[in-house]
C-alpha cells in the first residue's frame, strides 16, 4: 500500500497544487495529513476544500488549525503568527472553520504499522527537533512507523535497538530521499511542510510511504513562489511571510 503524507499546508494552494500534481489520486491508495491546514499563506478557503475533496484516511489538527479557528487562544503565538492567524479566521467560510476546527488531536492510529501525531505523540504542541526529542517520542508511540509535523524540517529518525541517527536530506539537493525501511528498526518521519519549508530549501517538501518495498522517500517539488508571495502582499497578510517563503526558512 502507498500512503501520501503531507503536513503544514498552511493555506499555500501554489504548493499544494505543485504536490498534488507531482503525486495525483491515482498514483497512492491513502492520504494521510499531518495537521495545520491553515495559517501564513492566503489561500485558507482553497486548501481546506481541495484537502477534504481528497477524503484522507486520517486528518488530525495542528496548533493553527486550532488558532485559527477559535479552539484555542493565540497566547504563545509570535506577532505576525497572530496576525495571520487572525486573519485567516476571518476568511475561512463558516463551512470551512467548522470542518477545520473539528479535526481531531492526535496521536491516531493508522493500522498496525502507522500512526500519525503532529507534535509528539504526548503533546500535539511539542516539538522533535533532535535526536534527544525523537527518544521521548518513541518511547511514548506505539508503532513501527511515526509520521509527524510542527517543525517545518524534513527528517527521519531511525532507531535501531538503544541508537537513534536522523536522516536529514540536503537543502537543494536531489528531489528525493529515500528511507529504506527495516522491519528491526523503528522511525519517526516529518515529511515536511508543503507550504511553507524552513530548511532553506523553498520548495514543498512532503513523503510517500510504500509498503510492498518497504520505503519511505521524503520529496521536494518547485512551485511558483512568487504567486504564493503575490497573493500574501495582495490581501495585506505581513509582507514578511512572503520574504521568508523564497528563503525556505
Known amino acids: 500500500m502507498r ?7 498552511h ?10 500534481a507531482r503525486t495525483p489520486p491515482d498514483t497512492y491508495d491513502r492520504l494521510l495529513v499531518l495537521g495545520d491546514l491553515v495559517g501564513y499563506c492566503a489561500n485558507p478557503n482553497e486548501v481546506v476544500e481541495r484537502i477534504f475533496e481528497l477524503e484522507p ?5 495542528g496548533n493553527h488549525d486550532k488558532v485559527s479557528t477559535g479552539v484555542q487562544e493565540p497566547d504563545s503565538f509570535r506577532r505576525v503568527a497572530g496576525e495571520a492567524a487572525r486573519w485567516t479566521h476571518k476568511a475561512l467560510t463558516p463551512e470551512n472553520r467548522g ?5 481531531p488531536a492526535g496521536p491516531k492510529t493508522v493500522n498496525r504499522e502507522v500512526e500519525v501525531f503532529y507534535g509528539t505523540p504526548f503533546d500535539e504542541d511539542t516539538c522533535i527537533a533532535d535526536e534527544e526529542d525523537a527518544v521521548r517520542a518513541f518511547k511514548a508511540s506505539r508503532r513501527h512507523i511515526c509520521f509527524f509535523g510542527h517543525t ?7 532507531q535501531r535497538e538503544s541508537d537513534v541517527a536522523a536522516t536529514h ?27 511553507q519549508p524552513r530548511d532553506t530549501d523553498s520548495r514543498a517538501s512532503y513523503a510517500v510511504y510504500d509498503s510492498r518495498k518497504p520505503s519511505i522517500e521524503l520529496r521536494r517539488v518547485p512551485y511558483r513562489i512568487d ?16 520574504f521568508r517563503l523564497g528563503l525556505g526558512r
Do not use: C
Open 3 to 9: 500512503f501520501l503524507i503531507l503536513s503544514d499546508i
Open 57 to 61: 484516511h486520517v486528518m488530525i489538527r
Open 99 to 103: 470542518r477545520v476546527a473539528a479535526l
Open 169 to 195: 536530506p540536503i537543502p537543494g539537493g536531489p528531489d528525493t530521499t529515500v528511507i529504506n525501511v527495516d522491519k528491526k528498526w523503528r522511525y519517526l518521519v516529518n515529511p515536511g511542510s508543503v507550504g
Open 227 to 242: 504567486l504564493a508571495q503575490q497573493r500574501i502582499t495582495e490581501v495585506g497578510l505581513p509582507e514578511s511571510l512572503a
Open 11 to 20: 493555506g499555500n494552494i501554489d504548493a499544494l497544487d505543485a504536490v498534488l
Open 152 to 158: 517545518h524540517v524534513p527528517v527521519a529518525y531511525v
